[in-house]
Protein backbone atom coordinates (compact mmCIF):
# COMPACT_ATOMS: atom_id res chain seq x y z
CA UNK A 1 0.00 0.00 0.00
CA UNK A 2 1.43 3.37 -1.04
CA UNK A 3 1.75 6.16 1.79
CA UNK A 4 -0.90 9.33 1.31
CA UNK A 5 1.81 12.18 0.69
CA UNK A 6 1.20 15.09 3.30
CA UNK A 7 2.24 18.53 3.60
CA UNK A 8 2.56 20.76 6.46
CA UNK A 9 1.68 24.43 6.47
CA UNK A 10 3.14 26.12 9.59
CA UNK A 11 6.35 24.99 10.97
CA UNK A 12 5.85 25.71 14.76
CA UNK A 13 5.53 23.51 17.41
CA UNK A 14 2.53 21.63 16.43
CA UNK A 15 3.61 21.65 12.73
CA UNK A 16 6.97 19.72 13.93
CA UNK A 17 5.35 17.35 16.17
CA UNK A 18 3.23 16.42 13.68
CA UNK A 19 6.46 16.16 11.44
CA UNK A 20 7.77 13.46 14.01
CA UNK A 21 4.80 11.34 14.08
CA UNK A 22 4.34 11.14 10.38
CA UNK A 23 8.00 9.90 10.08
CA UNK A 24 6.97 6.94 12.33
CA UNK A 25 3.42 6.12 10.10
CA UNK A 26 3.17 3.52 7.70
CA UNK A 27 0.24 5.46 5.97
CA UNK A 28 1.59 8.97 5.53
CA UNK A 29 4.84 10.20 4.06
CA UNK A 30 6.05 14.25 4.81
CA UNK A 31 6.74 15.32 1.33
CA UNK A 32 6.79 18.80 2.16
CA UNK A 33 7.43 20.74 5.30
CA UNK A 34 6.41 24.48 4.83
CA UNK A 35 7.07 28.08 6.99
CA UNK A 36 8.25 31.51 6.74
CA UNK A 37 11.85 31.19 8.03
CA UNK A 38 14.72 29.05 7.30
CA UNK A 39 16.27 29.32 10.27
CA UNK A 40 13.51 28.40 12.59
CA UNK A 41 14.04 25.55 14.82
CA UNK A 42 10.71 23.49 12.94
CA UNK A 43 12.67 24.51 9.78
CA UNK A 44 16.43 22.90 11.06
CA UNK A 45 14.42 19.78 12.57
CA UNK A 46 12.70 19.03 9.26
CA UNK A 47 16.18 19.14 7.37
CA UNK A 48 17.85 17.26 9.55
CA UNK A 49 15.41 14.46 9.13
CA UNK A 50 15.78 14.87 5.30
CA UNK A 51 12.26 16.21 4.31
CA UNK A 52 12.45 18.90 1.72
CA UNK A 53 11.30 22.61 3.42
CA UNK A 54 10.05 25.49 1.62
CA UNK A 55 10.07 29.56 3.47
CA UNK A 56 7.29 30.31 0.72
CA UNK A 57 4.25 29.97 2.92
CA UNK A 58 0.74 28.66 1.12
CA UNK A 59 2.87 29.51 -2.45
CA UNK A 60 4.83 26.66 -2.31
CA UNK A 61 2.07 24.50 -3.19
CA UNK A 62 -0.11 26.93 -5.46
CA UNK A 63 3.64 26.79 -7.40
CA UNK A 64 3.56 22.90 -7.15
CA UNK A 65 -0.09 21.95 -6.87
CA UNK A 66 0.57 17.98 -7.82
CA UNK A 67 3.38 17.91 -4.61
CA UNK A 68 0.70 15.86 -2.27
CA UNK A 69 -2.86 14.94 -1.69
CA UNK A 70 -3.59 16.42 2.09
CA UNK A 71 -2.41 19.43 3.82
CA UNK A 72 -2.69 19.94 7.62
CA UNK A 73 -2.73 23.74 8.28
CA UNK A 74 -0.38 24.08 11.63
CA UNK A 75 -0.89 28.18 11.34
CA UNK A 76 -3.27 30.15 12.89
CA UNK A 77 -7.52 30.64 12.24
CA UNK A 78 -7.14 33.56 10.90
CA UNK A 79 -4.99 32.50 7.93
CA UNK A 80 -7.26 29.18 7.49
CA UNK A 81 -9.47 31.14 6.00
CA UNK A 82 -7.22 32.00 3.43
CA UNK A 83 -5.61 29.32 2.89
CA UNK A 84 -8.85 26.55 2.70
CA UNK A 85 -9.66 29.32 -0.32
CA UNK A 86 -6.78 28.32 -1.93
CA UNK A 87 -6.10 24.11 -1.38
CA UNK A 88 -10.25 23.83 -1.80
CA UNK A 89 -9.62 25.35 -5.29
CA UNK A 90 -6.58 22.52 -5.83
CA UNK A 91 -9.02 19.84 -4.80
CA UNK A 92 -6.75 19.02 -1.65
CA UNK A 93 -8.09 17.86 1.69
CA UNK A 94 -7.18 20.01 4.51
CA UNK A 95 -6.97 18.62 8.15
CA UNK A 96 -7.21 22.16 9.87
CA UNK A 97 -5.49 22.23 13.27
CA UNK A 98 -6.54 25.31 14.04
CA UNK A 99 -10.27 26.46 15.49
CA UNK A 100 -11.20 27.79 12.67
CA UNK A 101 -14.20 26.16 12.20
CA UNK A 102 -14.44 26.10 8.34
CA UNK A 103 -15.01 22.05 7.88
CA UNK A 104 -16.71 19.54 9.70
CA UNK A 105 -15.74 18.83 13.32
CA UNK A 106 -13.82 15.51 14.22
CA UNK A 107 -13.50 13.28 17.56
CA UNK A 108 -11.83 10.67 15.95
CA UNK A 109 -13.09 8.42 18.63
CA UNK A 110 -16.27 9.74 18.05
CA UNK A 111 -17.07 10.28 14.59
CA UNK A 112 -13.96 9.16 12.47
CA UNK A 113 -15.91 7.32 9.96
CA UNK A 114 -17.93 10.87 9.34
CA UNK A 115 -15.15 12.66 9.02
CA UNK A 116 -13.39 11.04 6.42
CA UNK A 117 -16.53 12.63 3.78
CA UNK A 118 -15.35 16.22 4.16
CA UNK A 119 -12.69 17.89 1.92
CA UNK A 120 -11.79 19.63 4.83
CA UNK A 121 -11.87 18.48 8.55
CA UNK A 122 -11.76 20.72 11.67
CA UNK A 123 -9.47 19.32 14.62
CA UNK A 124 -11.64 21.52 16.92
CA UNK A 125 -9.04 22.44 19.74
CA UNK A 126 -7.38 20.61 22.50
CA UNK A 127 -9.88 20.89 25.29
CA UNK A 128 -12.35 19.74 22.73
CA UNK A 129 -10.41 16.66 21.77
CA UNK A 130 -10.07 16.18 25.51
CA UNK A 131 -13.96 16.65 26.63
CA UNK A 132 -15.91 16.09 23.53
CA UNK A 133 -15.72 12.02 24.01
CA UNK A 134 -16.71 12.81 27.19
CA UNK A 135 -19.29 15.09 26.77
CA UNK A 136 -21.20 12.76 23.73
CA UNK A 137 -21.50 9.98 26.48
CA UNK A 138 -23.44 12.59 28.66
CA UNK A 139 -25.66 13.10 25.55
CA UNK A 140 -25.67 9.45 24.89
CA UNK A 141 -26.76 8.34 28.78
CA UNK A 142 -29.19 11.20 29.18
CA UNK A 143 -32.20 12.34 27.68
CA UNK A 144 -32.05 16.18 28.86
CA UNK A 145 -28.67 18.32 29.56
CA UNK A 146 -29.02 21.06 30.26
CA UNK A 147 -25.59 22.49 30.47
CA UNK A 148 -22.15 21.65 29.96
CA UNK A 149 -19.39 23.47 31.39
CA UNK A 150 -15.25 22.04 30.22
CA UNK A 151 -12.58 23.57 32.17
CA UNK A 152 -8.81 23.13 30.62
CA UNK A 153 -5.89 23.85 32.58
CA UNK A 154 -2.41 24.15 30.63
CA UNK A 155 1.29 24.79 31.21
CA UNK A 156 1.70 28.47 29.86
CA UNK A 157 5.27 27.00 28.43
CA UNK A 158 3.03 24.73 26.04
CA UNK A 159 0.64 28.04 24.64
CA UNK A 160 2.35 28.96 22.11
CA UNK A 161 1.94 32.59 20.44
CA UNK A 162 -1.16 31.02 17.63
CA UNK A 163 -2.84 29.61 20.71
CA UNK A 164 -2.32 32.41 22.27
CA UNK A 165 -3.65 34.53 19.52
CA UNK A 166 -6.50 32.14 19.16
CA UNK A 167 -8.31 32.11 22.20
CA UNK A 168 -11.44 33.51 21.20
CA UNK A 169 -11.82 31.03 18.51
CA UNK A 170 -10.59 28.43 20.87
CA UNK A 171 -14.05 29.10 23.11
CA UNK A 172 -15.84 29.82 20.34
CA UNK A 173 -15.24 26.42 18.82
CA UNK A 174 -15.03 24.28 21.72
CA UNK A 175 -18.86 25.75 23.17
CA UNK A 176 -19.89 24.31 19.42
CA UNK A 177 -18.35 21.64 19.48
CA UNK A 178 -19.28 20.36 22.95
CA UNK A 179 -22.96 21.53 22.34
CA UNK A 180 -23.21 19.36 18.72
CA UNK A 181 -22.24 16.19 20.20
CA UNK A 182 -23.52 16.43 23.28
CA UNK A 183 -27.04 17.75 22.21
CA UNK A 184 -26.99 20.03 25.78
CA UNK A 185 -28.77 23.18 25.74
CA UNK A 186 -26.16 25.32 26.37
CA UNK A 187 -22.02 25.26 27.00
CA UNK A 188 -19.26 26.72 28.47
CA UNK A 189 -15.72 26.82 27.51
CA UNK A 190 -12.56 27.82 29.85
CA UNK A 191 -9.22 27.27 29.27
CA UNK A 192 -6.53 28.54 32.23
CA UNK A 193 -2.58 29.18 31.55
CA UNK A 194 -0.90 27.84 34.34
CA UNK A 195 2.64 29.33 35.03
CA UNK A 196 3.50 26.95 37.60
CA UNK A 197 7.08 25.57 37.50
CA UNK A 198 7.63 22.32 37.16
CA UNK A 199 5.01 22.49 34.31
CA UNK A 200 1.68 20.53 35.01
CA UNK A 201 0.51 18.37 32.59
CA UNK A 202 -2.84 19.25 30.82
CA UNK A 203 -6.03 18.12 32.77
CA UNK A 204 -9.57 18.94 31.88
CA UNK A 205 -12.67 18.62 33.93
CA UNK A 206 -16.49 18.38 32.48
CA UNK A 207 -19.30 19.37 34.26
CA UNK A 208 -22.95 18.93 33.32
CA UNK A 209 -25.97 19.79 34.36
CA UNK A 210 -28.74 16.88 34.01
CA UNK A 211 -31.88 15.66 35.10
CA UNK A 212 -32.22 12.00 36.39
CA UNK A 213 -28.42 11.60 36.08
CA UNK A 214 -27.28 7.67 35.40
CA UNK A 215 -24.16 7.64 36.68
CA UNK A 216 -23.71 3.65 36.24
CA UNK A 217 -24.11 4.01 32.93
CA UNK A 218 -22.26 6.78 32.20
CA UNK A 219 -19.37 5.30 33.93
CA UNK A 220 -18.98 1.85 31.99
CA UNK A 221 -19.58 3.91 28.98
CA UNK A 222 -16.84 6.34 29.38
CA UNK A 223 -14.27 3.51 30.78
CA UNK A 224 -14.91 2.01 27.64
CA UNK A 225 -14.13 5.31 25.58
CA UNK A 226 -10.92 5.78 27.44
CA UNK A 227 -9.78 2.91 26.12
CA UNK A 228 -10.79 3.62 22.93
CA UNK A 229 -8.95 7.08 22.86
CA UNK A 230 -6.13 5.37 23.84
CA UNK A 231 -5.69 3.53 20.64
CA UNK A 232 -4.35 6.57 19.40
CA UNK A 233 -3.21 9.03 22.31
CA UNK A 234 -1.55 7.04 24.96
CA UNK A 235 -1.06 9.52 27.74
CA UNK A 236 -5.24 10.05 27.77
CA UNK A 237 -6.25 8.70 31.00
CA UNK A 238 -9.44 9.64 33.75
CA UNK A 239 -8.38 10.96 36.88
CA UNK A 240 -11.82 11.56 38.53
CA UNK A 241 -15.36 10.10 38.08
CA UNK A 242 -18.29 10.01 36.73
CA UNK A 243 -19.00 11.45 39.99
CA UNK A 244 -22.56 13.42 41.20
CA UNK A 245 -21.98 15.77 43.69
CA UNK A 246 -23.70 19.59 43.96
CA UNK A 247 -26.48 18.50 41.48
CA UNK A 248 -24.07 17.63 38.50
CA UNK A 249 -21.98 15.13 37.34
CA UNK A 250 -18.22 15.79 37.07
CA UNK A 251 -15.37 14.16 35.09
CA UNK A 252 -11.92 14.91 34.86
CA UNK A 253 -9.61 13.88 32.48
CA UNK A 254 -5.46 14.46 31.88
CA UNK A 255 -3.69 14.31 28.71
CA UNK A 256 -0.22 13.78 28.91
CA UNK A 257 2.26 13.78 25.59
CA UNK A 258 4.33 11.07 24.01
CA UNK A 259 7.69 13.54 24.33
CA UNK A 260 8.23 13.44 20.39
CA UNK A 261 9.47 17.11 19.41
CA UNK A 262 7.48 18.63 22.66
CA UNK A 263 8.03 17.80 26.63
CA UNK A 264 5.56 15.35 27.69
CA UNK A 265 3.47 18.14 29.88
CA UNK A 266 2.52 19.54 26.76
CA UNK A 267 -0.30 17.25 26.52
CA UNK A 268 -2.80 19.83 25.33
CA UNK A 269 -0.49 19.80 21.88
CA UNK A 270 -0.07 15.84 21.85
CA UNK A 271 -3.95 15.07 22.30
CA UNK A 272 -4.91 16.90 19.03
CA UNK A 273 -1.82 15.91 16.70
CA UNK A 274 -2.57 12.71 17.71
CA UNK A 275 -6.37 12.93 16.77
CA UNK A 276 -5.49 14.42 13.61
CA UNK A 277 -3.01 11.74 12.48
CA UNK A 278 -5.56 9.88 12.95
CA UNK A 279 -8.10 11.33 10.50
CA UNK A 280 -5.40 11.23 8.21
CA UNK A 281 -4.03 7.85 8.39
CA UNK A 282 -8.12 6.75 7.77
CA UNK A 283 -7.55 9.31 4.56
CA UNK A 284 -5.13 7.22 3.63
CA UNK A 285 -6.47 3.57 4.46
CA UNK A 286 -9.77 4.73 2.79
CA UNK A 287 -7.99 6.81 -0.19
CA UNK A 288 -8.88 4.08 -2.84
CA UNK A 289 -12.80 4.43 -2.02
CA UNK A 290 -12.94 7.62 -1.60
CA UNK A 291 -14.20 9.57 -4.86
CA UNK A 292 -14.33 13.34 -5.91
CA UNK A 293 -18.45 12.65 -5.31
CA UNK A 294 -17.57 11.29 -1.68
CA UNK A 295 -15.88 14.16 -0.59
CA UNK A 296 -18.40 16.98 1.14
CA UNK A 297 -16.58 19.65 -1.07
Known sequence: MSKLRVAILGSGNIGTDLLIKIQR????????????NLSSPGMAKAISLGVKVSDQSINAIVKD?????????????????????????????????TPAKLGGLSIPAVNLEDSITNQNVNMVTC???????????IGQTHTDVEYIEVVSSISSRSAGPATRLNLDEYIDTTEEGVRQFSGAKRTKAILNLNPADPCIDMQTTIFAKVKNPDIEGL???????????????????????????????????KAQGLGDYLPKYAGNLDI??????????????????????????
Request: overall charge neutral; aromatic content about 8%; glycine content about 6%.
Open 127 to 137: GGQASIPIAYL
Open 25 to 36: SSYLECVLFIGR
Open 65 to 97: PDCCDLVFDATSAKDAFHHWAILKELGKIVVDM
Open 219 to 253: TKAVKAMVKKINTYVPGYQLLVGPIYENNRIVVMV
Open 272 to 297: INCAAIAVAEEYAKKKDTISDQTLNK
